[in-house]
Every structure is written in structure tokens, then in C-alpha cells.
């Protein structure tokens, strides 16, 4: 089985798909860690793309993340693409209770990035910034994606997850 979870950021996408790894036995790919270097440095297009590559041929897995780079290549490998898709003032929410729990404790995000309370008043380091920028987006994107494809499951609410496992474990 393979699972591609989406959705806006701060929307829980990595928590879902550590918690779907360890429910249904599948390894977790995280695209932010393949894409990401240390310093907030990304990696190079065509070496993302290789290690995003070598990761799907991969009889099962969960991978969480949105990058459009990806996405030609995910939608057609997958079995399930998991959307969250809830409500702005929760996934705000979440984004700041994250953010500020992230600095406080000086938790590495991925590949030993860290936040940090200046970057969040930058425009382009601030993730308050990117999911204002991005919501809409990722919305538009999900009603684009449920129109081509069938194997959009939308959650909107955490008993849509547990629905999901259930069914999936049939």
C-alpha cells in the first residue's frame, strides 16, 4: 500500500503519516527531509527528484509533504492520497502552538534545521507567512486533484483517520 498524505502546512501531515507508518507497518518518507539540507539549504532539483524516485520503487510506504516538483511522479504510484483539509483558524492555531513549542524546546525540524522566533518575522522564512500564503492554494489544489482522480480521500476531521485505518485494514 502506498499513501501520500497532503494538505496545508501546520496541518499535521508528518504526525499522521508517523502514526499511519506505525499502525499499518509502512515506512515513513518524509519529503521535507529528502528535500531539505542543514542551514535550510535545499537540495539541487534534479538530486530531489533521484532520491524522491529511488524512495517510490518502494513496494509500500507513507510519504507526507506538498511539493509540486513531486507530484507528476507521486500521483500515479499511489493507492491513497490522504488530503487534510481542515478548517483555517485550526491549522493557524496549530501553527503557532507548533512554532512557538519548536523554539522554545530548540527542536530540530529536519536534517538539524531548527526555527527560530526571528525567521518568523521575515516573509520568507516565517511559516506564519506561508500558511497564509498557501492555503487557498492548497485548497484549489485539492478540488483540482478530486476531480482526475478517485483515490482523494479528504479528511476533515480526526475521525476521518480512524475511519480510514479501519476500512484500510479490511
Known sequence: MKIWIRGVSCSGKSTLAKKLSKELNLPHIELDQLYWLPEWNNREKEEFLELVSSKLNQKVWVMDGNYRLVANSLN?????????????????????????????????????????FRQQFTLEGSIFVWVLRTYRLRRKQLADLKKTSTKVVEINHERDIERFIREVRL
Do not use: A, H, I
Request: charged letters at 20%; one cysteine or more; aromatic letters at 18%.
Open 76 to 116: 500515479p504510484q499511489t493507492d491513497y492520497v490522504l488530503w487534510l483539509n481542515y478548517p483555517f483558524f485550526k491549522v493557524m492555531f496549530r501553527c503557532v502552538g507548533r512554532t512557538f513549542s519548536r523554539v522554545v524546546r530548540k527542536t530540530s525540524v529536519c536534517n538539524g534545521n531548527r526555527e527560530n
